[in-house]
């Protein structure tokens, strides 16, 4: 399944996402936030590609730039054939209904003046003509599909819990048939015991629908039962992107290497028995980069190359990319041996 | 109310000049609260009513008293005084009516006495019904006042804007403490002016038409009057003088620069008039040096220098009292060598040398009498320095006046130290402070004082030897110069006695030129009052005595 | 939200009685002198006598209940007979003004229209153009417009209209000649051309404080818009694909605006407080200038019935301001 062969749905490729830093009476520009910074991967048709990344790392900033949500700095974004990355605002309006997005704060998003009908009708509005009761049934069988009651239509936000409010969001995302869905942690604000629904309802919606997803978390078991890739960010960049199980066996970063040794084991021997990477040191600000590599202020394998270069993102194994000096196609095998026994022992 | 339609309905055509020159404009920039002099004793209700109410007798610009309802001014020559100074008997015009057609009689008058001396109504003017003992009808036009006590001047009731006849019939039900129940009567009394009210709005503006019984056919030559008040000073002159939305403005205290820059726009001009505040300088007669302890500034120590004549005298000549009026006042100054400068007929010409500045007479005057310059310009005799403290209270005007005083002196010889108290205090009474300006701690003060009315009796009484400031007084009293003069209490005690007009005046004038040529009180400006009016207003006469609206009447529009 | 009203008014009414005693009491605490305004002429035992014809020489209780029985009772009983021609009877003795001697409600029922048209247009004037000057602004914010829009705000807000009225009457009435310095009260409008006549002599008591009015509003709609802009419904709103114009009037502004709303209710009585400085600089002679005028004269019975009415506009409007927010925002609810 992770090696499927057909053209990729999402292209991106070099995405950069600055914000300006204005500062002084004045208001000069002063410097940028680089939040995503050259980032680069493809999203297949129907798979679900998974961003993992500390907090504050870019992922909503990337995930809300492949939906051209802002307009980006630099780069090349591809959906289904079409090349967004410069369109302007009214025809992007227009490609709307193929790529979607289910935010993080299920409260936050649903405007709070705006009934459930209002909500998940409105871009029925804006982009069908629908008569007012092939809308009202479009809005029930969406209601139905994310298992919310039909009785629930004209209430507003505040009156439901938080997993219910993340299913209006979900029924809002799939109004309009999408093709490609960034869902930024969206479950990440809700109660553990009401995580797996949602991510059951997730799932199976992208098989009835045969959705594209990007899965942004910080959760990697959470990532890794629902992603068919993955792709991991430190500070505005990809620094690993592999098929699923390859990044959890062995994964090459020395970033990636440090994140997984985080993650408990369910089972207490080997838990036990892990060894953990533990980083020392604040990741840095975003404004403020690092020269070289942007891991190299905390990574336990950092040498003085590592303070002048930026290691390349590069592919090291089929399917398997990678930005670090000391990973290559030969290094390999002793960098696999060191993460294969962190992680399979 | 009906009887003024009906008295519309039936009354001839007016004649073709009454109303013939439309609307006029007028602005106070305080609005008056009520039309019933009796129930207010602002200036601003007083004036406003006086386009309704009118009084017996009022007087002119030169506060000369003449007849107005009356159809004389009584006095003891015409018999309408007696002889003991107890009553004085009114006769009404002939032919009078109100406004609404009714004629006005004695009952009118009477009942205007009966009104404002009810003890529950709070009349605001009970005062200008003093020592009335009783109000009595002779006939149906003529009334006679008693009074409890002789009155050298019984023009008290029924005399001026304050005391004006009001109808019988409309305040009927209003005496006392249902005064203030009569909201109709009080806001549109029926009158015999040249006006009625058509709209009274309180603190805001009136609306007045021309009275179609006035007795006099041919006035009033406008047809309507607004009435306006409220804002402020500087907005009321505007309107006159820089848009020219107004015709008549009233009571312009402003800087004058300010009014002349106004005026100077060409829509109309600033007038002024001038009635009893003078500016004054008191020369203390005796010696303040606080080495005196309590005796100090009493007459038991004459002062060192100023109880000398030519001293005193060199003071007043060294000033210039024109550029003192330019700098100060303006308009609404001018120079006076009197302190009783006004009304007309009390106003001695006997001291109007002062006029002109004679630094060089002043000095000459020092030389004579010995006071000879010392080394370091100070003139001095026998060890006594020319050598002064002048106070006043702190006030801007004040302040320029002592800095321009104080170099004429040191022109002639005399040294001067300035000191300003700020006004509270200086005119505070209070006996425990030092500085107050009756207890004079100073050798010379400044300051301004007038009187009420047009009667100087009372004032010029101030000069007495009995009211000078003593401890043993707690510092009360006018006389602050702590003068005394047996002739001058002579006089003094004269004047209560007299009744003759001609003869209160002589007098009056004889203190005056008593005060002045001895030179203890150097007058120095006349401070009058100032309005302005638009250049198409004719017929204005500035009173200060009276309402300054007292002859509307007359009023008109020049072409 | 009927329930919720009605036990707001019953518990307003305790409030008001004891606001009306302690307004009372301040005033009488207060050193004033009905008397103190007159010419120095009139001798101090008429003073006496006028202040004991005010009524001044009762105890401060009697004083007090007469006030609230001529207020509470007789006022409105007085108001019914105007209103119905009903003849009620008895002899009622209504607020009287000590400085006009004239029922207080009527001198205020006298100057309610100016007030009304003066304030209550430039408060209309300044919310129209406070509104999409704030909108604009927070869209753009940073851009000239916005900072023009600051720095206009700052200027209304921070120079006092003493200072612009007197301004704008200088180059307008007295330069120009446009419009007339002193405002009529006692014009009627009865055709086109008093209508132009009364719209002239709006113009600049209106612009001055709608200046003033608008400055404060719309940096209030700036600031509301801002804090939504940046919500993350509004992004929602973009995802969806909506019009740029949907997003920013419907979303945004719509929620922008629930706080607005009640900030512009709570405004309101200010309205029937007049605005004391523009009257008086534009002689509009309202209530604003009809209070000042009492208070400088120490004319408590006006005074105290101003004031209070003043407090029942207060705390009306609070509780409409209360009611709008929950009609307003469906996340507020009351019951
Ligand atoms: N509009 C913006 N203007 C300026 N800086 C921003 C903006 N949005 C995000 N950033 C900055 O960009 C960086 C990345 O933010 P982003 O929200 O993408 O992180 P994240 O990985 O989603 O974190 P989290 O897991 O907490 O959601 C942060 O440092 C943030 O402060
Ligand atoms: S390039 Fe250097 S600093 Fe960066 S991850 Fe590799 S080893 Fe660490
Ligand atoms: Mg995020």
Request: one cysteine or more; a negative charge; aromatic letters at 8%.
């Amino acid at each position: 399944m992770n090696e499927a062969p057909s053209a990729p749905l999402v292209r991106v490729r070099g995405l950069k996402m600055h914000f300006p830093v204005h500062a002084g009476l004045l208001r000069r520009h002063v410097g940028d936030i680089k939040a995503v910074d050259d980032i680069s991967l493809d999203v297949n048709e129907s798979e679900t590609l998974g961003l993992v990344g500390e907090s504050g790392c870019g992922k909503s900033t990337a995930g809300r730039a492949v939906l051209r949500l802002y307009d980006i700095t630099d780069g090349s974004i591809t959906i289904d054939g079409t090349d967004i990355s410069n369109i302007d605002q009214d025809k992007l309006r227009h490609l709307r209904p193929k790529m979607q997005m289910i935010f993080q704060d299920p409260q936050a998003s649903l405007n709070p003046r705006m009934t459930v009908a209002g909500i998940v009708g409105e871009p029925l509005v804006e982009h069908m003509s629908l008569s007012k009761n092939e809308r009202l049934d479009r809005i029930y069988e969406l209601m139905d599909a994310v298992g919310l009651a039909r009785s629930f239509a004209n209430r507003y936000p505040h009156e439901f819990s938080g997993g219910q409010r993340q299913r209006i969001g979900i029924a809002r995302a799939l109004a309009l048939h999408p093709k490609f869905i960034v869902c930024d942690e969206p479950i990440a604000a809700l109660d553990v015991s009401i995580q797996a629904q949602v991510v059951n309802l997730l799932e199976d919606l992208q098989e009835r629908f045969g959705l594209t997803y990007l899965f942004i978390s910080h959760d990697l078991s959470m990532v890794r039962h629902i992603a068919d890739r993955v792709a991991v960010m430190y500070l505005g960049k990809i620094v690993e992107l592999a098929p699923r199980d390859e990044l959890y066996a062995t994964p090459l970063h020395p970033y990636t290497q440090a994140l997984l040794s985080a993650v408990p084991e369910p089972d207490p021997v080997r838990e036990s028995q892990r060894k953990h990477i533990i980083l020392t040191g604040d990741v840095p600000s975003p404004a403020n980069a690092p020269v070289g590599c942007n891991f190299c202020t905390r990574c336990p394998k950092a040498e003085d190359i590592c303070r002048q270069i930026d290691p390349e993102f590069r592919e090291v194994a089929p399917g398997h990319f990678t930005a670090c000096h000391f990973v290559t196609d030969t290094t390999r095998k002793t960098a696999g041996s060191t993460a294969g026994n962190e992680a399979n022992t | 109310m009906l009887g003024a339609l009906a008295a519309v309905a039936i009354a001839p055509p007016a004649l073709a000049e009454r109303g013939s020159d439309g609307h006029v404009n007028i602005i106070y920039w305080q609005a008056p609260s009520t039309m019933n002099p009796y129930l207010s004793g602002g200036t601003k209700e007083l004036e406003a009513a006086s386009l309704v109410l009118e009084p017996l007798a009022r007087y002119d610009q030169d506060g000369n008293m003449v007849p107005w309802l009356a159809e004389s001014v009584p006095t003891v020559d015409n018999g309408g005084v007696s002889a003991d100074l107890k009553t004085i008997t009114w006769k009404l015009k002939e032919g009078l009516v109100w406004s609404d057609g009714s004629a006005v009689t004695s009952a009118d008058v009477i009942f205007s006495w009966k009104y404002c001396t009810d003890p529950e109504g709070g009349c605001a003017q009970s005062e200008k019904y003093n020592d009335v003992a009783d109000v009595k009808a002779v006939d149906d036009r003529t009334v006679t006042v008693t009074f409890g006590v002789a009155k050298p001047f019984p023009y008290g009731p029924f005399v001026g804007a304050q005391a004006p006849i009001i109808q019988a019939a409309q305040f009927a039900d209003c005496l006392g403490a249902k005064a203030p129940e009569c909201t109709d009567a009080n806001f549109g009394p029926i009158g015999t002016g040249p006006f009625k009210v058509t709209e009274f709005r309180p603190n805001d503006v009136i609306s007045f038409e021309a009275n179609s019984n006035y007795r006099d056919p041919a006035k009033p030559a406008f047809a309507t009057v607004t009435f306006k008040g409220g804002g402020d000073t500087a907005a009321a002159g505007r309107a006159v003088l820089e848009t020219g939305e107004f015709d008549y403005a009233w009571n312009m205290q402003l800087a004058p620069d300010v009014l002349a820059a106004m005026a100077s726009k060409g829509k109309g001009q600033v007038v002024s008039a001038f009635g009893t505040l003078v500016e004054r300088i008191m020369i203390n007669l005796t010696n303040p040096d606080p080495a005196l302890g309590d005796e100090r500034a009493t007459a038991k120590h004459p002062h060192p220098f100023l109880s000398d004549p030519a001293v005193r005298q060199a003071l007043s000549m060294a000033v210039d009292r024109e550029l003192l009026v330019e700098i100060g006042y303006g308009d609404a100054g001018r120079p006076t060598c009197n302190v009783l400068p006004a009304p007309e007929i009390y106003k001695s010409t006997a001291n109007d040398g002062c006029m002109a500045q004679d630094v060089e007479g002043a000095k000459k005057l020092l030389d004579d009498a010995g006071w000879v310059p010392g080394a370091d310009g100070v003139r001095q005799k026998e060890g006594v320095r020319l050598s002064m403290l002048y106070q006043t209270s702190t006030n801007a005007v004040r302040q320029d006046f002592q800095a321009l005083i104080k170099q004429w002196w040191a022109d002639i010889g005399i040294e001067t130290e300035l000191r300003n108290i700020d006004a509270s205090v200086f005119f505070g009474g209070d006996p425990g402070s030092p500085d107050t300006f009756q207890k004079f701690y100073a050798d010379i003060e400044m300051y301004a004082n007038n009187f009420d009315g047009t009667d100087p009796e009372s004032y010029m009484a101030n000069w007495e030897c009995k009211q000078a400031p003593t401890p043993e007084t707690q510092w009360q009293g006018n006389n602050m110069p702590r003068y005394c003069s047996e002739d001058y209490d002579a006089l003094v005690a004269q004047m209560a006695q007299t009744g003759k007009l001609e003869e209160r005046a002589k007098l009056a004038k004889a203190m005056n030129d008593k005060l002045m040529q001895e030179y203890i009180i150097v007058p120095l400006v006349d401070r009058g009052r100032v309005s302005a009016h638009s250049n198409t207003l004719g017929g204005v006469v500035l009173n200060v005595w009276d309402s300054e609206l007292w002859n509307i009447a007359d009023w008109n529009r020049m072409k | 939200m009927l329930t919720y009203t009605i036990r707001r008014l019953l518990l307003a009414i305790p409030t008001l009685i004891a606001i009306s005693l302690i307004i009372f009491l301040l005033l009488d605490l207060a050193p004033s002198d009905p008397t103190a305004n007159l010419p120095l002429t009139i001798p101090p035992d008429v003073r006496e006598k006028i202040r004991q014809s005010l009524g001044l020489g009762d105890p401060i209780y009697i004083r007090y209940l007469l006030w609230c029985k001529q207020f509470f009772v007789n006022e409105p009983l007085n108001m019914l007979e105007q209103w119905f021609g009903w003849d009620i009877g008895g002899d009622r003795l209504r607020v009287l003004s000590w400085q006009t001697r004239s029922p207080v409600v009527d001198l205020i029922v006298q100057r309610m229209p100016q007030t009304l048209w003066v304030v209550g247009m430039s408060y209309v004037v300044g919310v129209l153009i406070a509104l999409p000057i704030g909108i604009i602004s927070a869209y753009r914010q940073y851009s000239w417009f916005d900072q023009v829009g600051t720095f206009v705000s700052m200027v209304g807000f921070s120079v006092p209209t003493f200072f612009t009225g007197v301004l704008v009457i200088v180059i307008f009435s007295v330069w120009l000649g446009w419009f007339p310095s002193i405002y009529d009260t006692t014009h009627q409008v009865t055709d086109w051309q008093s209508f132009l006549f009364q719209i002239k002599q709006m113009i600049m008591p209106v612009a001055v404080l709608a200046l003033f009015n608008a400055a404060q509003i719309s940096r209030f709609m700036r600031a509301s818009m801002l804090d939504n802009l940046n919500q993350d419904y509004v992004r929602t709103a973009r995802a969806k694909g909506m019009r740029e114009r949907t997003v920013v009037l419907v979303h945004v502004l719509r929620n922008s605006l629930i706080p607005v709303v009640t900030v512009i209710a709570l405004g309101v009585p200010q309205i029937f407080g007049g605005a004391i400085i523009t009257e008086q600089v534009f002689k509009v002679n309202g209530l604003g200038q009809l209070l000042i005028i009492s208070i400088q004269g120490g004319d408590l019975p006006t005074v105290q019935t101003l004031t209070f009415i003043f407090a029942v506009l207060i705390i009306l409007f609070n509780l409409v301001a209360d009611v709008l927010y929950g009609v307003l925002d469906p996340r507020i609810r009351y019951d």
